[in-house]
C-alpha cells in the first residue's frame, strides 16, 4: 500500500475517545440481514401524523372544559356539573394513552440501553400529569393538569412528526450489497454447463463466467483472458486485464472474454460479504450515537426528577400538608418538559432539511449532520468524486502538418469503432461528442499487445501502444506527454507519426474551488483511492492535498479512518462506490455522491445529489448555522425553567409568590413561539 503525506500532520491528539460498543457479531444469514427500513420509517410518519389529528381533535373539548381555561377566558361553561371532572378523565386518559403510547413505549427503549434521552423526559413529565390529575379527579386535594398533559402529547407528536419528516429513512445498504451478488452461477461439470445456485458451490469447482456477466464468486482464472471492471471493489476506472492464474472478485463485472475460474472463497469468507459484515458492524457501532436534543433531554430529566422529589420531600420536612407538597411536586416535573423543547429541535430540522434539499445535500442521518460542524479531516475517494470516474479522451492532437487534429481522432476511430479494449469505447464516446463522422475500416487485424491496424481510405493506419513507438524508434514530441496520470496511444499512418490521443480519469472543475474552500475552512484534505501510485500521485499534486494513499482495497480504507480518529480528528469520509462503504459507515460523517451506487448512498449520512465536491464546503458551514440555531432554540426552551421551576417548587412561597399553572401555561407559550420565530430565521441566513 502506497502512503505519502506531503503535509505530515502535526497534531495527533491522542486520548480520542473511541467508546467501546460492544457490536454484536453478526452471521445471519444474509436473506434476514436487511429489512426495509425506508418503508418502516414512512409507516412510523404515518402512524405521528394519525395520532397527533386524533389527539388533537380529542384536546379541543379538554380545553373548553377546563377550568383554568375558563378562568383565563373569562367565560364558565359546565354540561354536566358534577361529571365535567370525569369526561375530563376520560378524554384525557385516552389522549394519554393513544397520543402518549410512543413515549412511553420510546421510554423503555431507551431505559434498556441505559440511554435516558427525550423520550424519557416527555414520558415521565405526561405520566406525572396524567397520574397526578387522575388523583385529584378522585379525591385528593388539588388541580388537574389535564389540559397541559394534552397540549404537551399533541407538540411532542408534531414535533416528532415534523422531524421524521424532514429526515430520510434509515438504510437499505446491505440488502442493496447482497443484491450485487449474482444468485446463479455456471458450474462446468463433466464438460457441460449447470446452472446453479451461487450458494450451493464449493471450494475447488469451476465456473464458466461469459462476457458482460458479472463473475459469481471469489476465485482463480483457470482459462481464457478478460479485461474485468473492478471499479466497485478497488475504484480504479480502468478496466483491468485478466489471464490464467490471476485472481477475480465475486460481484465483478467481466469484459469481453469467456473466463473458466476455478472457486476459492465461497459464503462467509467471501470477500463481498466481508464488506457486508464491515458495513453492518459499523452501522450498529454508529447508531448508538446520540442526538443533541436527547442529550440534554437526558439532564433535564435528572433536573426534574431530582428538583421534583426534593420538593415533596423538602415541603414534608417543613410540615406542609403532603397534598400540597405533592400538587408543587407535579407542578415541576410538568413544567420541566417545555412544550418549546419538543418543537426547538424538529423545527430547525425540518427547516435544515428542506433547505439542503434544495441545495442537492440530501440529509439520512441526523446526528451526523449536527457534527458536520466538527470536523477537522476529509478523506476522498478519487474515482467518481474527485474525478468524473469514466475513462475518457482528456487531449488529442495532430504530430503531421498534412493532418489537423480531429483527423486524427477520425482515422483512430474508424479502427476502434471495431475494437473491444476498454479504452475504445473512450475514443468512441469522444467521437460521438465531437459529432466526427468515422470512415470505413478494412482489413483489420490486432497487433498482439500493442494495438491494431486497418486500411482507411487506401492508407496504412495503426493505433499503437508507446511501446510500439519506441520498438520501432519514432520520433515522440514532448507535447504527447503530460502528466503520469494519462494513457497515451499513437496513430500511425503509413509508418509515419500522425497523431497522440491522451486518456485518462478526468479531474471535476468543480474539484479545484471544492479543495480551496476546504482548505481555507482548516481542513486537512486525503485521498484514499485503490487506483496506481502514478495516478493518485498526479492527481493529488494537481489539487494539493494533503496527501494520498494509492492501491488500497475496501478494508484498508476503514483501518485508515479508523487510524485517522484515533490520533484525534474528527472525519468524514466521501466516495462513490460499494470500496467505499465501510469506510462511509464507519467516518463520523459519511457524505456519499450521487451519481455513484445506491449502496454508497444507502451507506452514507449525508447524499450530494449533484455529485459536486464543492457542496461538502456549503455542508460543513450549514451544519454550523444550524447547530448555532439548535443551542438558540435549547436556550430559549430551557431558559424560562431557569424562572419556572424554582417558583414551582415554592422557593418564594414564604414572600407570597407561588407560580400558578396558569401562569407556568403562559410561559411555555411564549418560549413554544419564540422558539418557532427563531427556527425561521434559519432560511433567510441560508438564502
Known amino acids: 500500500m502506497q502512503q505519502h503525506?506531503?503535509?505530515?500532520?502535526?497534531?495527533?491528539?491522542?486520548?480520542?475517545?473511541?467508546?467501546?460498543?460492544?457490536?454484536?457479531?453478526?452471521?445471519?444469514?444474509?436473506d434476514h440481514s436487511s429489512h426495509d427500513h425506508t418503508e418502516h420509517h414512512a409507516m412510523m410518519i404515518r402512524d405521528f401524523r394519525k395520532r397527533f389529528w386524533i389527539s388533537l381533535l380529542i384536546t379541543i373539548p379538554i380545553l373548553v372544559l377546563s377550568p383554568m381555561i375558563q378562568d383565563i377566558m373569562g367565560y364558565s361553561l359546565e354540561l354536566f356539573p358534577a361529571y365535567d371532572k370525569y369526561i375530563l378523565f376520560v378524554l384525557s386518559t385516552v389522549v394519554f394513552f393513544y397520543g402518549g403510547?410512543?413515549?412511553?413505549?420510546?421510554?423503555?427503549?431507551?431505559?434498556?440501553?441505559?440511554?435516558?434521552?427525550?423520550?424519557?423526559?416527555?414520558?415521565?413529565?405526561?405520566?406525572?400529569?396524567?397520574?397526578?390529575?387522575?388523583?385529584?379527579?378522585?379525591?385528593?386535594?388539588?388541580?388537574?393538569?389535564?389540559?397541559?398533559?394534552?397540549?404537551?402529547?399533541?407538540?411532542?407528536?408534531?414535533?416528532?412528526?415534523?422531524?421524521m419528516k424532514s429526515v430520510l429513512g434509515a438504510s437499505r445498504s446491505l440488502q442493496k450489497l447482497v443484491e450485487m451478488m449474482p444468485s446463479e452461477a455456471h458450474l462446468l461439470k463433466n464438460g457441460e454447463t449447470v446452472d446453479i445456485k451461487v450458494d450451493r458451490l464449493e471450494k475447488d469447482n469451476r465456473v464458466l463466467v461469459r462476457p458482460g456477466e458479472k463473475i459469481p464468486v471469489d476465485g482463480e482464472i483457470a482459462d481464457g483472458e478478460s479485461h474485468v471492471n473492478e471499479s466497485m471493489v478497488t475504484g480504479e476506472a480502468r478496466p483491468v486485464k485478466k489471464t490464467k492464474d490471476d485472481k477475480?472478485?465475486?460481484?465483478?463485472?467481466?469484459?469481453?472474454?469467456?473466463?473458466?475460474?476455478?472457486?476459492?472463497?465461497?459464503?462467509?469468507?467471501?470477500?463481498?460479504?466481508?464488506?457486508?459484515?464491515?458495513?453492518?458492524?459499523?452501522?450498529?457501532?454508529?447508531?448508538?450515537?446520540?442526538?443533541?436534543?436527547?442529550?440534554?433531554?437526558?439532564?433535564?430529566?435528572?433536573?426534574?426528577?431530582?428538583?421534583?422529589?426534593?420538593?415533596?420531600?423538602?415541603?414534608?420536612?417543613l410540615g406542609k400538608p403532603f397534598v400540597f407538597a405533592l400538587e408543587r411536586m407535579a407542578t415541576v416535573m410538568v413544567i420541566t418538559c417545555p412544550h418549546a423543547l419538543g418543537l426547538a429541535v424538529p423545527l430547525v430540522v425540518a427547516i435544515s432539511t428542506s433547505i439542503s434539499a434544495r441545495r442537492g445535500l440530501l440529509i439520512r442521518n441526523r446526528t451526523a449532520f449536527e457534527n458536520s460542524r466538527k470536523i477537522t479531516l476529509l478523506a476522498f475517494d478519487k474515482t467518481g468524486t474527485l474525478t468524473k470516474g469514466n475513462f475518457g479522451v482528456t487531449r488529442y492532437g495532430s504530430l503531421d502538418e498534412n493532418l489537423n487534429d480531429s483527423q486524427v481522432l477520425r482515422l483512430a476511430g474508424a479502427l476502434e469503432g471495431k475494437s473491444e479494449h476498454p479504452l475504445a469505447i473512450g475514443i468512441m464516446q469522444k467521437i460521438r461528442d465531437e459529432k466526427i463522422e468515422i470512415p470505413e475500416a478494412e482489413g483489420f487485424n490486432a497487433i498482439t499487445g500493442k494495438g491494431i491496424e486497418a486500411r482507411v481510405e487506401n492508407k496504412n493506419v495503426k493505433v499503437v501502444s508507446p511501446g510500439y513507438a519506441e520498438e520501432k524508434e519514432l520520433e515522440v514530441p514532448d507535447k504527447a506527454y503530460k502528466n503520469e496520470a494519462e494513457t497515451v496511444v499513437f496513430v500511425i499512418v503509413n509508418d509515419k507519426l500522425a497523431g497522440f490521443i491522451a486518456m485518462a480519469d478526468e479531474i471535476r472543475?468543480?474539484?479545484?474551488?471544492?479543495?480551496?474552500?476546504?482548505?481555507?475552512?482548516?481542513?486537512?484534505?486525503?485521498?484514499?483511492?485503490?487506483?496506481?501510485?502514478?495516478?493518485?500521485?498526479?492527481?493529488?499534486?494537481?489539487?494539493?492535498?494533503?496527501?494520498?494513499?494509492?492501491?488500497?482495497?475496501?478494508?484498508?480504507?476503514l483501518e485508515k479512518v479508523k487510524e485517522f480518529q484515533q490520533e484525534g480528528e474528527f472525519v468524514?469520509?466521501?466516495?462513490?462506490?460499494?470500496?467505499?462503504?465501510?469506510?462511509?459507515?464507519?467516518?463520523?460523517?459519511g457524505i456519499a455522491v450521487g451519481s455513484g451506487t445506491d449502496i454508497a448512498a444507502?451507506?452514507?449520512?449525508?447524499?450530494l445529489v449533484n455529485s459536486n465536491p464543492g457542496d461538502i464546503a456549503s455542508l460543513i458551514l450549514f451544519g454550523k448555522a444550524t447547530y448555532k440555531k439548535m443551542i438558540q432554540n435549547f436556550i430559549w426552551a430551557t431558559g424560562y425553567n431557569v424562572v419556572a421551576i424554582p417558583l414551582a417548587a415554592g422557593v418564594l412561597f414564604s414572600a407570597g409568590i407561588l407560580i400558578s399553572p396558569a401562569l407556568g401555561a403562559?410561559?411555555?407559550?411564549?418560549?413554544?413561539?419564540i422558539v418557532a420565530i427563531n427556527a425561521q430565521l434559519l432560511k433567510r441566513k441560508m438564502n
Open 509 to 557: 472543475e468543480e474539484s479545484y474551488e471544492a479543495v480551496k474552500t476546504l482548505r481555507q475552512a482548516g481542513l486537512k484534505l486525503y485521498m484514499m483511492t485503490g487506483d496506481n501510485e502514478k495516478v493518485a500521485k498526479s492527481v493529488s499534486d494537481e489539487l494539493g492535498l494533503d496527501g494520498y494513499f494509492s492501491s488500497i482495497l475496501p478494508d484498508q480504507k
Open 572 to 589: 468524514a469520509m466521501t466516495g462513490d462506490g460499494i470500496n467505499d462503504a465501510p469506510a462511509l459507515a464507519t467516518a463520523d460523517v
Open 666 to 673: 403562559v410561559l411555555m407559550s411564549l418560549s413554544t413561539i
Open 602 to 607: 444507502e451507506t452514507a449520512d449525508i447524499i
Open 248 to 317: 477475480v472478485i465475486g460481484g465483478t463485472i467481466n469484459g469481453n472474454g469467456s473466463l473458466t475460474v476455478i472457486v476459492t472463497q465461497v459464503g462467509e469468507d467471501a470477500y463481498l460479504s466481508k464488506v457486508i459484515n464491515m458495513v453492518r458492524d459499523a452501522q450498529n457501532k454508529k447508531s448508538k450515537t446520540q442526538n443533541l436534543a436527547d442529550r440534554i433531554a437526558f439532564w433535564l430529566t435528572i433536573i426534574a426528577l431530582t428538583v421534583g422529589f426534593a420538593t415533596l420531600a423538602t415541603w414534608v420536612i
Open 5 to 30: 503525506h506531503q503535509h505530515e500532520n502535526k497534531n495527533s491528539h491522542s486520548g480520542h475517545d473511541e467508546s467501546s460498543h460492544d457490536t454484536e457479531s453478526h452471521h445471519d444469514s444474509h
Open 101 to 163: 403510547w410512543p413515549f412511553l413505549t420510546g421510554l423503555v427503549n431507551e431505559l434498556k440501553k441505559k440511554q435516558p434521552g427525550m423520550m424519557t423526559l416527555i414520558a415521565v413529565a405526561i405520566t406525572v400529569a396524567w397520574g397526578y390529575s387522575s388523583a385529584t379527579t378522585f379525591g385528593v386535594e388539588g388541580s388537574t393538569f389535564f389540559w397541559e398533559l394534552v397540549t404537551l402529547i399533541d407538540i411532542m407528536l408534531l414535533g416528532h412528526w415534523i422531524e
